[in-house]
């Protein structure tokens, strides 16, 4: 079974840094474009970043772009987000996603909540 | 590019025809997904290139449109359908999402 397993989300201070994790299992990781969505409580998706399969590839909404910083190990089928110098407008629940054809986003973990306050 | 999704809600009884606008500021191609999300659950994706209907997704869902506008139509909704929808985007990066279209019990 394709399974997404996000972690790392908790409580932190503006200004404060947070590690998300999520873990792959089911599918040949290191094959799939991967990436971050996030929904601050009550409201829309808003795509975060992304990743080429090899990593060689990143991508940044204009948010948090300078802040955030998108990994992955493919030898331990894991997707990190770093995120540096948070604001409250960053808390939310946070997605990672599969990525296929190109921008559909397939198979989604079932979020981490971050609460920046 | 943004898209703009209408009506904001759509109140509708179980059994009805349910039409779910989106409309890209510029061409899309055909690069437009659709996706359902229920309370404290993660999006599904329902439609890619506009009208395929992902994997397991029921055929009463459907998607149609190019370039700029597009519609999801549910043609008999079930109880489980009422639900928040969002179409999402992209020819260039960055992906973007529509606001969404929440279907709600009549």
């Known amino acids: 079974e394709v399974q997404l397993l996000e972690s790392g989300g908790g409580l932190v201070q503006p200004g404060g840094s947070l590690r998300l994790s999520c873990a792959a299992s089911?599918?040949?990781?290191?094959?799939?474009?991967m990436n971050w969505v996030r929904q601050a409580p009550g409201k829309g998706l808003e795509w975060v970043s992304g990743?080429?399969?090899?990593?060689?590839?990143?991508y940044y909404a204009d948010s948090v772009k300078g802040r955030f910083t998108i990994s992955r190990d493919n030898s331990k089928n894991t997707l990190n987000l770093q995120m540096n110098s948070l604001r409250s407008e960053d808390t939310g629940v946070y997605f990672c996603?599969?990525?296929?054809?190109?921008?559909?986003?397939?198979?989604w973990g079932k979020g981490t909540t971050v609460t920046v306050s | 590019i943004v898209l703009t999704q209408s009506p904001a809600t759509l109140s509708l009884s179980p059994g009805e025809r349910a039409t779910l606008s989106c409309r890209a500021s510029?061409?899309?191609?055909?690069?437009l997904a659709w996706y359902q999300q229920k309370p404290g659950q993660a999006p599904r994706l329902l439609i890619f290139?506009?009208?395929n209907r992902a994997t397991g997704i029921p055929a009463r869902f459907s998607g149609s449109g190019s370039r700029t506008d597009f519609t999801l139509t549910i043609s008999s909704l079930e109880p489980e359908d009422f639900a928040v929808y969002f179409c999402?985007?992209?020819?260039?990066?960055?992906?973007?999402f529509g606001g969404g279209t929440k279907v709600e019990i009549k």
């Open positions: 999402q985007q992209r020819d260039n990066w960055p992906l973007t």
């Open positions: 990743i080429s399969g090899s990593g060689t590839s990143t």
């Open positions: 089911g599918f040949t990781f290191r094959s799939y474009d």
């Open positions: 510029q061409s899309v191609s055909s690069y």
């Open positions: 996603a599969k990525m296929v054809r190109g921008y559909c986003l397939d198979v």
């Open positions: 290139d506009a009208s």
